[in-house]
């Protein structure tokens, strides 16, 4: 299936972030390691992207007093960029983390101008 192919399944994939989120953060595990494994990370960078607006209003929600404390979807944004992922031996030439860089910075940016904004 390609990256297109995904536009029909975004509803789906939206609920299943926001009702199921150990499951959505092990999809997006395993579509990491896959990619990885076959020399692809430019995909899972494009899935990364193509999913950015679900991951933000997840964390526009989260941002609203101290939900994120209990809430579970915490853990698929933590997966989302890479927080608390365990070092592990690659590539140093290109590491996998290198095509994303820049969609990792971009929702940073984004969440960072809406806490600001939120907080006056």
Known sequence: MGLNDLDNYMEAINKACNNAPYFMRW???QYRLLTEKNNDTDKYWEFFNKISNI???ISKELAIGEKYKYEERVKILSEYIY???P???VD???PPISGGVKYICEFVKIQTIMLLYLRG
Do not use: R, S
Request: cysteine-free.
């Open 27 to 29: 999809t997006l595990l």
């Open 87 to 89: 070092w592990q031996p």
């Open 55 to 57: 991951m933000i209003d």
């Open 92 to 94: 140093f030439e290109k």
């Open 83 to 85: 927080l608390n992922t």
